[in-house]
């Protein structure tokens, strides 16, 4: 069974910093697009970050670009999230995803290749 979890999030003042990851189980991130998603309630869910399986090759929203860092640890079977000089704006629920198709690549950070999501885990920035 195929599993992605979120951990990491929490409350932060504008201008700190979250750590957030993304464990998989049941499946081989490694060889795996992987992307990082956030939604605001009443609001659609948004792309914010996707990492290729292959060349590793990284892709962000504008709103993130150069705040934020997605990167792999294939040994543990993770990718995170790092999130710089967060905003107020930068608050919402934080998603993983991962699409099944073997060695694929990311579509920017278009959501509709994934196919295994996590549970989403709550980032609050406020000071």
């Known amino acids: 069974q195929v599993q992605l979890v979120e951990s990491g999030g929490g409350l932060v003042k504008p201008g700190g910093s979250l750590r957030l990851s993304c464990q998989g189980s049941?499946?081989?991130?490694?060889?795996?697009?992987v992307g990082w998603f956030r939604q605001v309630p009443g609001k659609e869910r948004e792309g914010v970050a996707c990492i290729n399986p292959t060349d590793g090759n990284t892709y962000y929203s504008d709103s993130v670009k150069g705040r934020f860092t997605v990167s792999r640890d294939n040994a543990k079977n993770t990718v995170s999230l790092q999130m710089n000089s967060l905003k107020p704006e930068d608050a919402a629920i934080y998603f993983c995803?991962?699409?099944?198709?073997?060695?694929?690549?990311?579509?920017?950070?278009?959501?509709?290749?994934?196919?295994?999501w996590g549970k989403g885990i709550l980032v609050t920035v406020s000071g």
């Open positions: 049941g499946f081989t991130l490694e060889y795996y697009p």
């Open positions: 995803a991962a699409d099944d198709a073997f060695h694929s690549r990311c579509h920017g950070i278009e959501q509709f290749a994934m196919d295994y």
